[in-house]
């Protein structure tokens, strides 16, 4: 059983970046991947981008550029580091991993970007 926990959501002006953290219960090397999807009202959760336990990377069509996915082994901690953000990026974003064949999705962390 994994536990994630995201951090560092907030309110920014468009143009401006945030960081966002997922903590998890265990070894992030131990689990394949671990991504990030957002979920704006209305809208689907989609993929945002996701990270491998040999680092590879995969990012939304939308997002490439912008925002960056790393590990940190040592903490536990998966980070999305986003940048010039726009309203459009306004959502709920979730971490997720896959272990044992189950799904698990932390609580979410609301972003939203000002005009």
């Known amino acids: 059983q994994v536990q994630l926990a995201e951090s560092g959501g907030g309110l920014v002006q468009a143009g401006g970046s945030l960081t966002l953290s997922c903590a998890a219960s265990?070894?992030?090397?131990?689990?394949?991947?671990m991504g990030w999807y957002r979920q704006a009202p209305g809208k689907q959760r989609d993929l945002v981008a996701t990270?491998?336990?040999?680092?590879?990377?995969n990012y939304a069509q939308s997002v490439k550029g912008r925002f960056t996915i790393s590990g940190d082994n040592a903490k536990n901690t998966v980070r999305l580091q986003m940048n010039s953000l726009q309203p459009d990026d306004t959502a709920v974003y979730y971490c997720?991993?896959?272990?044992?064949?189950?799904?698990?999705w932390g609580q979410g962390t609301q972003v939203t970007v000002s005009s």
């Open positions: 997720k991993t896959i272990s044992d064949g189950r799904q698990y």
């Open positions: 265990r070894s992030i090397f131990s689990l394949s991947y």
């Open positions: 990270i491998t336990s040999d680092n590879r990377t």
